[in-house]
């Protein structure tokens, strides 16, 4: 008599050792659609790059490009 509680007590283990491996995979699956529905994002424009742009643009003169220029090879020698 006593075999078969312990026999029982193993299937109900079993039971919920599958009902969480059910959960398990449906969370994981969930995650995985979730992260592929937002792209992740561009890399932002470089310190040089934002210059460029801002030269092309007209916001500012050539002497303040080789001015800002010059303090970004400044602080990139510092790193």
């Known amino acids: ?3 078969s509680m312990g026999l029982g ?3 109900i283990a079993l039971g919920f050792a599958l009902w969480a491996l059910v959960v398990a995979t449906a ?3 969930a995650v995985r659609v979730i992260n ?3 792209p992740r994002p561009a890399s932002l424009p470089s310190p040089l790059d934002l210059l460029e742009r801002r030269l092309a643009a007209g916001a ?3 002497e ?3 001015e800002a220029r010059a303090r970004l090879r400044e602080h990139e020698l510092d790193l």
């Open 27 to 29: 969370v994981g699956v």
């Open 9 to 11: 007590a193993g299937w």
């Open 1 to 3: 008599m006593m075999h």
């Open 60 to 62: 500012i003169t050539h």
């Open 36 to 38: 592929q529905d937002h």
């Open 64 to 66: 303040q490009f080789d």
